[in-house]
């Protein structure tokens, strides 16, 4: 039986049920290599973890930022709730060293891997919620999630880059970005889009995400930062 003490301290939670701990960090991928697996995979927890990490950030931000728009509070979530910062909070905590995965998955720590860890995050703070009730995952979101905000308050990681980077490109060039999807790769389940954005004949940056949008918001921020415009 594997064991999550050092986890659960580093988190600040102590699991009634080690089970639905473990299940929070089963990949599909494993389930589909160890079909006697006694647990189903994360993404049901991941499910509901997503709704209860939005609700509490919302809520965070509402208070906080009293004199926000709804568009400026609505970036500032998506900052803090986006695959990076999810990941980021997950490779903190050591989650790396207790997600199950297929051999393949194992091999793989780039990209993919981090859209793994910030699942598994959701699917964490999912499995708080049903162990341990509300309070305490708003707890573990507000102590490990929220303190975030700071970095990305300086950094300006929440404006909307679309919008940034279509207004800078006007303004110098007189076009309007046009954004192309590249490559679609990963089961349905897991979808990976590559985007670039070009304006006229130029490429100016490519990203990638897990939706169209997310892709197209990361061409963006590359595309800012190449040209200086940020």
Known sequence: MMNFEKFEKGAGVTFKDKGLLKQAFTHRSYINENRGFALKHNERLEFLGDAVLELVITDYLYGRFQDSTEGELTSLRSALVNADTCSLVAQTLGANDFLLLSRGESKDIGRARQYILANTLEAIIGAIYID???????????????????????????????????????????????????????????????????????????????????????????????????
């Open 132 to 230: 341990q009730g509300y309070q305490i995952a708003k707890n573990f979101i507000l102590a490990h999630v929220a303190p975030l905000i700071e970095n990305i308050l300086k950094n300006g990681d929440w404006i909307d880059a679309k919008s940034l980077f279509q207004e800078k490109a006007q303004e110098y060039t007189g076009l309007t970005p046009v954004y192309k999807t590249i490559r679609e790769s990963g089961p349905d389940h897991d979808k990976r889009f590559s985007v670039s954005v070009s304006v006229g004949d130029e490429s100016y940056g490519e990203g990638e995400g897990e939706s169209k949008q997310d892709a197209e918001q990361k061409a963006a921020c590359q595309a800012l930062e190449t040209r200086g415009w940020r």
